[in-house]
Nanobody, 120 residues
Framework: QVQLVESGGGLVQPGGSLRLSCAASGFVFSNYAMRWFRQVPGKERELVARISADGTTTYYGDAVEGRCTISRDNSKNTMYLQMNSLKREDTGVYFC?????????????WGQGTQVTVSS
């Protein structure tokens, strides 16, 4: 059974940091490019960052460029998103997603999401 399970969300003050994790199971993680998305009620789901299957290529959305770092540990079947200098507008539900193959492969699997709230 394929599973993507996000964790690490929570309430943080503006300027703070969070590290999100996405634990994968049920598929060959190292064959899949991975992505982080976020969604705010009333807005479209937004791509936050993505990483190639081997971890050598990354991309960041304009909204988080310079403040976030995506990484993965294929030995642990886990992807991470380190978020620093958090802003109120970073609030949302963060989802991880997996696509088999290259960097821009279509998404095959989604996680259930983890809530991030940036507020004082």
């Amino acid at each position: 059974q394929v599973q993507l399970v996000e964790s690490g969300g929570g309430l943080v003050q503006p300027g703070g940091s969070l590290r999100l994790s996405c634990a994968a199971s049920g598929f060959v993680f190292s064959n899949y490019a991975m992505r982080w998305f976020r969604q705010v009620p009333g807005k479209e789901r937004e791509l936050v960052a993505r990483i190639s299957a081997d971890g050598t290529t990354t991309y960041y959305g304009d909204a988080v460029e310079g403040r976030c770092t995506i990484s993965r540990d294929n030995s642990k079947n886990t992807m991470y998103l380190q978020m620093n200098s958090l802003k109120r507008e970073d609030t949302g539900v963060y989802f991880c997603a997996a696509g088999c193959g290259d960097y821009e492969a279509p998404i095959d699997f989604w996680g259930q999401g983890t809530q991030v709230t940036v507020s004082s």
